[in-house]
DNA sequence: GACTCCTTTTGAACGTGTTCAACAAGTAGA
DNA sequence: TCTACTTGTTGAACACGTTCAAAAGGAGTC
């Protein structure tokens, strides 16, 4: 069993062994989300199936909630993964957003009903859970960088006034998607992969309609309103700007 | 004690005594969420301080969630009174708006740490308590009602495409208005009545705007949206139309 | 009163997430 | 080897929401 051969560069033990047991109790609470939900997975199954006592599984987490955490990052990374060749192959803003929106929700799609009993209490402001919590500044931040991306490596140009705030702004429109698909009961979240096709259409419309004088001043406001929304969401928001 | 003087009409004692009882736990309940919150609010407390068993609250309410039906109601029926005049003497559509959304955040201020905890739960989609909920369709088409009443009895001629929904889409406006509520922590709610005097503007102007031929197909189609929305929700929402 | 039937009420019991004092196991210095 | 010290681990205990079999209460009928 305690098979560690040759610890390289001298590295104790004790760290490896502690960073087993963290990992053992992290996938089995990730397998069992996947397999039986958020709510019959218990804290005490989690113990036994990691094979680790009660009090341990708090020892490395410090909660439930705090578990999620690292579903957020697993999940991000796989819709990295299936958005690559897209984002490297297509340039057309439209076909970028759309495919990176049904993405999402395909690699989501085996944690459907987990991620609508998360919901509950991701939607909690005071968890940490929550998007707009400091604790999820990390997988937020990558989240955004992806909107991005979609824009910036696309062959359109984007009205000034939008620049800076798009990505946000993209991003809350995944969150929106991202809500209806849990609340999206039909087969292979169908609906929601047509709610995106057909909202894409306005997003992309109404990204070039920013430059009408008329609007101007609409998207001004939006665009300001959306900064209100950050400072509400994060007091201090310590953020890498790129 | 036993005071029921002239049970008139005959009407069974056993009946008032049980809806004494039952009223008895409901105060309690909305006293202790207002008081210590959700959380602190057990139900055990609940039914000590109603002079109940534990079992006995069980029986006229079937969870700990369902009270909280109990505060929509209550919570949109303190709304109602407060935008009584308001509504009768102002007829310009910004100010009935701005006024009806002011008073729904100050009637809602004693319960605003209530709510923060409470969201938790309701916005879950399978809860009962989500707004979108089949179980809180009589409050929600009641809100949605005011929302047409600011409308209607205004000097503002709304264009025909958006008519049918505009309720609709200003009840949405304001569960967003309360969402970002929610998370408001600034004294007396400040920021949120700034984001209501910065967003009516917007939202008035944008039911003038959409009579603009470059926005009708957008109006179209995010009017279509919200009829996705509703389907969405309700897989067989019995509503009468009025 | 005695009987039946339905409504109301009780409190013990279950499984849950979480905490905590205690213990074990390694690690490093003497 | 002995001695601290940190790290890792344990399981009992707590309060919670919820359930349920059983008891009590009340109303009508004989």
Redesign the pocket.
């Known amino acids: 069993m305690n098979d560690t051969p040759s610890p390289d560069d001298g590295a104790?033990?004790?760290?490896?062994?502690?960073?087993?047991?963290?990992q053992r109790i992290l996938d089995t609470s990730l397998r069992l989300f996947r397999e039986v939900g958020y709510?019959?997975?218990?804290?005490?199954?989690?113990?036994t199936e990691a094979?680790?006592?009660?009090?341990?599984?708090?020892?490395?987490?410090?909660?439930?909630?705090?578990l999620i955490q690292e579903y957020y990052g697993q999940a991000h990374r796989e819709h990295l993964v299936a958005c690559r060749s897209l984002l490297e192959e297509e340039t057309d803003l439209r076909a970028r957003l759309a495919g990176v929106l049904h993405a999402k929700i395909a690699t989501s799609e085996p944690y459907h009903r987990f991620a609508g009993q998360l919901f509950r209490t991701a939607a909690d402001p005071t968890s940490p859970l929550s998007p707009f919590s400091p604790e999820s500044a990390p997988v937020r931040t990558e989240a955004t960088e992806l909107m991005a991306r979609i824009v910036d490596e696309s062959e359109t140009r984007v009205p000034k006034v939008l620049r800076p705030e798009l990505p946000n702004l993209l991003w809350l429109y995944l969150m929106g998607i991202i809500l209806f698909w849990i609340h999206d009961a039909s087969e292979g979240a169908e609906r929601t992969h047509r709610l995106i096709e057909r909202t894409v259409d306005i997003v992309v419309r109404l990204i070039s309609l920013a430059r009408l004088p008329v609007l101007r001043p609409l998207v001004q406001t939006a665009v300001s309103l959306t900064q209100e929304l950050r400072q509400l969401a994060a007091p201090a928001l310590p953020e890498a700007s790129s």
Chains 1, 2 share one sequence.
């Open positions: 104790p033990v004790k760290v490896r062994k502690a960073e087993r047991t963290r709510e019959a997975t218990t804290m005490r199954r989690i113990a094979e680790v006592s009660l009090g341990n599984a708090y020892y490395y987490f410090r909660s439930k909630d705090h």
